[in-house]
């Protein structure tokens, strides 16, 4: 019930104000079944060419499976629909299921909770979820974001963590209990750095590319293509942050002991990775960095969004869990003689 409520929302909120009235009259004139239908159909996107072949506007309706609207191209014979070679391909659930697993990971609920409120499966949850960080990941480094006007950075650290493997005895570590700390003072390869930055006009963006402290030429290489020519950048002095000025001779970078925007993202990837998720695998800290950027003070267009990318993306996104599960994204040989 709570989530086809939340459904209802999302929608009505996008509906001019002077219009909700009137539309939610004719609503409640709507017979029930009428409604489940519609429902129903939301997965369903306008087609203009044939997936398989590619031949514009030469298919005709061909029936229903699983509640979605098949189509047969003329040319190539070839039975497709409306999700066919994106990521909701092979999907048995409608946009409302998609729209709510969406919700509960930029809200940061736990797949245990999300599982229960939709009374579905947890590997099923779980599936989906590896599959939304997957496709957030790839559009976040291939379609690059500029941060523009003032902007604030800073690194931030997390302890490394093999969370879901069973270490071997000839680990460079015995295993942690939750909410041990580093057994190294200061910064030190057993943490895992975390570049972020943040622009005063909202733009957020996080990656990991090493232990410890990134290098200069790491640093650059994190940001170069995604700071604008003209941008001020604010940092704690520190030296790998002087690299970015040779990216353009139009940047400005100032020195600032009060980074309030940037220490506040800090505050909330932490937060989530801790209190939250109980710790997160250092394996899939980048999906979860790119999903941080989207989810720091996400709105309903977020949720929009990461669904429009579901149904416009290429089965290139799609990745199976056993082969997530071996993928090690930082490449730091924290898997070495396991």
């Not at 409604?35 to 298919?59: A, W, Y």
């Not at 092979?90 to 939709?118: C, M, N, P, Y």
């Not at 963006?205 to 090493?210: E, G, R």
């Not at 940001?223 to 002087?242: H, Q, S, T």
Request: hydrophobic share 30%; glycine share 6%; proline share 1%.
């Amino acid at each position: 019930m709570n989530a086809k409520f939340n459904e209802l929302l999302r929608l009505f909120k996008k509906l001019p104000a002077d219009s909700l009235d009137s539309s939610l009259n004719e609503l409640l004139d709507i017979p029930i079944n009428h409604i489940k239908e519609i429902l129903s159909n939301m997965t369903d996107r306008q087609i203009t060419h044939c997936p398989c072949c590619g031949v514009v506007e030469n298919f005709v309706k061909y029936g229903r499976k699983n509640n979605k609207q098949r189509y047969k191209c003329k040319s190539c014979e070839r039975i497709f629909t409306a999700t066919t070679g994106t990521a909701l391909s092979g999907s048995h659930f409608g946009e409302q299921i998609w729209i709510e697993v969406i919700r509960d990971t930029l809200d940061g609920t736990s797949l245990k909770k999300t599982a229960k409120r939709l009374e579905m499966n947890l590997r099923t949850v779980t599936n989906m979820r590896y599959l939304l960080l997957n496709v957030i990941e790839q559009h976040t480094e291939k379609y690059t974001t500029k941060l523009t006007g003032e902007c604030e950075t800073d690194d931030t650290y997390v302890l490394e963590s093999v969370k879901g493997t069973k270490i071997g005895a000839n680990y460079h570590r015995k295993a942690r209990t939750q909410g041990s700390k580093a057994t190294l003072r200061g910064t030190s390869k057993q943490q895992i750095s975390i570049n972020c930055m943040v622009s005063k006009n909202g733009g957020v963006y996080a990656k990991s590319v090493n232990r410890s402290k990134s290098t200069k030429k790491q640093t650059k290489e994190v940001y170069m293509g995604r700071i604008d020519k003209e941008v001020v950048l604010y940092c704690d002095g520190a030296n790998n942050f002087n690299s970015l000025e040779e990216m353009t001779k139009e940047m400005v970078i100032k020195n600032s002991k009060y980074l309030n925007y940037v220490n506040g993202f800090h505050s909330f990837i932490k937060g989530r990775i801790y209190h939250r998720y109980h710790g997160i695998a250092t394996k899939y800290m980048n999906k979860y960095n790119a999903m941080f950027s989207l989810a720091y003070g996400h709105t309903d267009e977020t949720i929009d969004f990461i669904f429009d990318l579901l149904r416009s993306s290429t089965d290139n996104f799609r990745v199976k869990t056993k082969d997530l599960a071996k993928f090690n994204i930082l490449d730091l040989g924290q898997f070495v003689n396991l």
